[in-house]
């Protein structure tokens, strides 16, 4: 047996490690920046860049590494060893409070949405105190931020923390309304629930769609797909639970709390769930998650797929974002208290999550936007694209009751007025948890369901943090100029509800009638990235997140920038892919094929055999598709050249998902097809049968 205790964290330059290694002023000095965010001065950062790199040469590092996650979405490293020349051919192991502090890597190939022209090519990456260091692969990683020359975030974290602290500015004005003088910060938490598919890395190498953009751009539907629903929780395979083992010891010594991992609802799918931490450090353990996953499965001869739609007609992958809000000194805001007082605190900031919600509903749609979440979002296994929120009957008629001044009726209490009675406890594991809702209460936390597989939670949390931020602000602006807090309090509660109730919908999110109803009560869909993006640059976004310095003007625009490319050039890569497949390999395969029965024909009528119907059958059908693909094919090039022009960045994503979208999925179509009627040993990629239960 592993002594598990010890091996967390055993890679991890955590408190423990500091207290153990660091003078005890430093140790201080260094606390006081974590916590208050008060400058790091350089005698500091040399101690404490010393004390590192001690530590780590003893557990096998040899480089450091600044790591950031600039906005490709995953994170970067650039990796210099510890080695210092002495001056008679030998080197000692160095690192200085400087490279500690801060990098200076060349930012010229990160997406920037033209904030750093090419020429001015520096960027810097600043130590992120908040987040401990730790050794991955030999290598001391710093989590840092990543920067302009002239100080515009480059990247996810910058932002995130700057909306950590805004939401922390506008809970503590909250309490202190409460009276609570307790608490200095107010922080958020993450629990990101990570999907994810295993398949035979045989499998995966065969397939260039793959290779190249993560998902099967062609697939016939297997046999048997998950219709049985025999996959959701069943046993582990021998091969994925070595894989899962593996990677939670490698998880548990970088500090990971891995805690859940099951099979989900699709063949080959598989969930893994951590203990919930703070948002900045939950949003890098994710990546974390994320790049283990896909090295150890490569250990084990398995591939590990993270795109939200790997498969056609099969469930795709999200990440469930599990979010709350709560104090240092250990309260979770989102937890309904024991008495009058804690209750009404309660709904004051469970109202302010419904009008955020409401108010911002399309930057929180833009905060999951992309070509890979399109495929899932609105399709029957996914929360649609329209953002509602599910409470619960219970929490929902305690709120109609406040609405309605009528008191709530329950059990124990009969009349339930905000801030006297007591409130019911919401049960945590009800089973009338909705699984379709967007946007779910979950006893004491809410879910985010609309993320996908692949993304840096970093997004979505930003805009959660800055639009719940708002709002807060908003009702402490109200409140601290109050003259009676409770019926002020109450009336805000009431009023809250009433205009915002529009975003609540406790039915089937799947249903064809929500989409009906969601537009009568005047509920975004933005079906699209495409619809989605624009939202972003309204003004309505630009005034919020310049507001509350999570983005300045130009930041949010280099990011619509970034992500419209992003959304074009991956189609653009699908499309490429297609035609380099169907050309180079199917196109030919479907001439073996017939080469095959034209030769058997051939003989049979030398033979003289009489019947050749089956021959004709399938020479006429394979004929007939080919012609069927080659037009397709045609169209989907011709539109390929057409993209080419020169157009406005709408106009030009436009063009990719109405023109270049819609054309491969006629080409899809045809391949399909022809896939059932080729011979499985002419078919020259595994089929979804093959790959979906390659792992035995
Ligand atoms: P599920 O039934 O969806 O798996 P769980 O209650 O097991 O729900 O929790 C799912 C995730 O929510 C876990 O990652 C858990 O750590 C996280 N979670 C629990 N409490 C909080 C909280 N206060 N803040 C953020 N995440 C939380
Ligand atoms: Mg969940």
Redesign the pocket.
Known sequence: MKDIPNLFGSMVFNESVMRARLPKDIYRALKKTMERGTHLELDVANVVANAMKNWAVENGATHFTHWFQPMTGTTAEKHDSFISPTGDGKVIMEFSGKELVRGEPDASSFPSGGLRATFEARGYTVWDVTSFAFIKDGTLCIPTAFCSYSGEALDKKTPLLRSMEAIDKQAIRILRLFGDTAAQRVLT?????QEYFLIDKEMFLKRPDLIYTGRTLFGSRPPKGQELEDHYFGSIKPRVSAFMKELDEELWKLGVCA??KHNEVAPAQHEL????ATTNIATDHNQLMMELMKSIANKHGLACLLHEKPFAGVNGSGK?N???I?TDTGV?L?EPGDTPHDNAQFLLFLVAVIKAVDDYQDVLRVSVASAANDHRLGANEAPPAIVSIFLGEELTEILEAIESGKGYKNKEKPDMEIGVSVLPHFP??TTD?NRTSPFAF?G??F?FRMVGSAFSIGGPNIVLNTIIAEVLRQFADSLEKSKDFKSDLAAIVKKTFSEHKRIIFNGNNYAEEWVVEAERRGLSNLKTTVDALPEFISKKSVELFAKHHVFTETEIHSRYEILMDAYCKTIHIEALTMVDMVKGEIMPACIDYQNDVIKLLERKKALGYFDSSLEEHLLNNIAKLSSCLLKKLSALESVLLESKEERDIVTHALFYRDKIFAAMLELRLAVDELETLIAKKHWPFPTYGQILYSVI
């Open positions: 938490t993450v629990g990101p629930e805690k859940t769930a951590p203990i919930f469930h599990n979010w709350s709560s979770n989102l945590k594991d948890r979950t004491n936390k879910e």
